[in-house]
């Protein structure tokens, strides 16, 4: 079945550092791939997302490249701020049967300190 | 567009009480879905809506739990007899007809069953 593999947590930046986080996954079909943050007390919300390989997403200074030969769509961002500090999740969304039903990665936290 | 929502959003039962929650969509969005998280974990498909029809439920889904969306537009979703290990983060999200693979979440409900 389809699966999606995260860095582990948490990650500690010092603020304006390079982010990188990780993830990796598996799939029959030909998914979409997307990045979730959930910051502390709230919901899930949209942080970007790639349909095909090589798509690039973007949004608010953080970047992901769709990579099929890697089976990869590792976040980045160039200079973390304080307000960044989250849990960030990697999902893909399998069109095969239909459903478009996500499948996350475990999360990872990320803390920035001033 | 207001957003999901969803209410509760917390919900503190005994065990073998019977809970429900209710979500409502997007306006306009045809799909709906429903997860659960766990802590330290990614949220789990439980099962999905097009219109008022429940297309696919997942193995996690047992016989305690029903959803229904009688008229295409909100949903409840009701767990029977609650266990303990039915508490987490409920989850709905909901998906625009031309943008099936991007759904948005609402805020959730917490459950605690003591």
């Known amino acids: 079945g389809d699966s999606v593999t995260q860095m582990e947590g948490p990650v500690t930046l010092s603020e304006e550092a390079f982010l990188t986080i990780n993830c990796t996954y598996t799939a029959t079909g030909y998914p979409s791939l997307f990045w979730y943050v959930q910051y502390p007390g709230e919901g899930l919300q949209l942080l970007l997302k790639a349909t095909k390989a090589d798509d690039k997403g973007s949004n608010k200074g953080f970047e992901a490249t769709y990579r099929k030969e890697t089976t990869s769509f590792h976040l980045e961002k160039g200079s973390v701020q304080v307000s960044d500090s989250a849990v960030y999740f990697c999902?893909?969304?399998?069109?095969?049967?239909?459903?478009?039903?996500?499948?996350f990665g475990t999360g990872t936290q990320l803390k920035v300190e001033l | 567009d207001t957003g999901v929502s969803q209410n509760p959003r917390h919900k503190i039962t005994k065990r073998g009480q019977n809970v429900t929650f209710r979500c409502d969509p997007i306006?306009?969005?045809?799909?709906l879905y429903w997860y659960r998280q766990t802590l330290g974990q990614g949220p789990e498909f439980l099962t999905y809506f097009q219109n008022e029809a429940q297309l696919e439920k997942s193995r996690l889904l047992s016989d305690r739990f029903s959803a229904e969306r009688p008229k295409g537009s909100f949903s409840t979703l009701e767990i029977q007899r609650t266990e303990q290990g039915d508490s987490a983060m409920y989850l709905c999200?909901?998906?625009?007809?031309?943008?099936?693979?991007?759904?948005?979440f609402g805020p959730g409900t917490r459950l605690l069953v003591l």
């Open positions: 999902a893909l969304s399998d069109p095969t049967g239909g459903g478009n039903k996500l499948t």
């Open positions: 999200a909901s998906s625009f007809p031309r943008s099936q693979e991007t759904q948005y």
């Open positions: 306006s306009e969005h045809n799909r």
